[in-house]
């Protein structure tokens, strides 16, 4: 539990937060995913910063090609600002709703995929990236009776992140907070749970080295470490949103790892496969991934 005292601006944070979701609550889910696109274009254009680092990353991929040359960055921009604020409903919408719901707005292919991974009876390890709704991924496998422990954020804002880790708790999940997650880790392995763990975020000095968008960038090298030296299976994942209320999940067959006993170059070489894997899901779906992370040094 930390210790931050609460200032009034998290009590404010905390207000809005609790008016968001009782919105959501009480209103159709079409009115609710309205506020959400309202709120996350509000912030394109209050967050100068950040729409200025959206639009960059854009033209970068754009310029490096990975993106078509006609693209129309700030349109792009406006849609990644508009499926936040559209992915902060729909969590809210599903977990205030009966799990059924959840249910059958999602199509599973690759079901069978993480069966045969989970009869090793040594745990998954499931790569995602912050495409689509991210957050859906662990709630749906919960609902479904699969054993999800996600290693998660600490929200700076104690009240609000009581509500989000609450949330995910109340669905089955087993939560563990990002600064303290080698024991429980290795836990939920032996007890074959399946650990998301998300690479498309700037890793700092602690990260793996490898082209992003063609440009090479600090990515998250926990994922294939820990599969090398546990040997648990590595899958890729993701949700796509099809349409309202109607959502893809896609689990890939068990990813092989390098293992030529040089240790460095198995992580750098295994970690860019597995960027190139959702690297592949940004291009066909752009507007549903988070353009605002900052990833490269010089940002």
Not at 109 to 120: A, F, I, M
Not at 211 to 220: E, H, L, Q, S
């Amino acid at each position: 539990m930390s210790d931050k005292k609460t200032t009034f601006k998290d009590w404010l944070e905390y207000v809005f937060f609790k008016a968001f979701l009782l919105i959501v609550k009480l209103t159709p889910f079409t009115i609710g995913i309205w506020v959400g696109k309202a709120l996350g274009l509000l912030a394109y254009v209050v967050l100068k910063e950040r729409r200025e680092l959206t639009l960059q990353n854009i033209r970068r991929a754009r310029e490096k090609g990975f993106l078509p040359a006609a693209l129309n960055e700030k349109r792009l921009a406006r849609q990644v600002w508009a499926n936040l604020g559209t992915v902060g409903s729909e969590f809210l919408y599903y977990y205030t709703r009966p799990t059924a719901r959840l249910k059958k707005a999602v199509r599973f292919s690759g079901e069978d995929n993480l069966r045969r991974v989970l009869d090793k009876q040594k745990g998954a390890i499931l790569v995602m990236g912050h495409i689509g709704n991210w957050e859906l991924v662990g709630m749906y496998l919960a609902v479904a009776g699969y054993k999800v422990t996600p290693i998660v954020k600490t929200q700076s804002n104690i009240l609000v992140d009581k509500i989000i880790q609450n949330n995910r708790r109340s669905v089955g999940m087993k939560v563990i907070p990002r600064r303290s997650y080698l024991r429980p880790i290795l836990n939920a392995f032996k007890n074959n749970e399946i650990v998301p763990f998300l690479i498309d975020q700037w890793a700092r000095n602690k990260g793996v080295k490898v082209d992003v968008f063609g440009t090479p960038a600090p990515i998250p090298r926990g994922a294939v470490e820990f599969g090398l030296r546990t040997g648990t299976p590595v899958v890729f994942g993701y949700v796509i949103r099809e349409k309202p209320r109607c959502y893809q999940l896609v689990i890939s067959e068990e990813i092989p790892l390098v293992k030529t006993g040089r240790d460095q170059d198995d992580v750098v070489r295994s970690t860019a496969t597995l960027v190139g894997l959702l690297q592949d899901v940004i291009k066909k779906h752009p507007e549903q991934w988070l353009w605002m992370h900052k990833l490269w040094r010089e940002q």
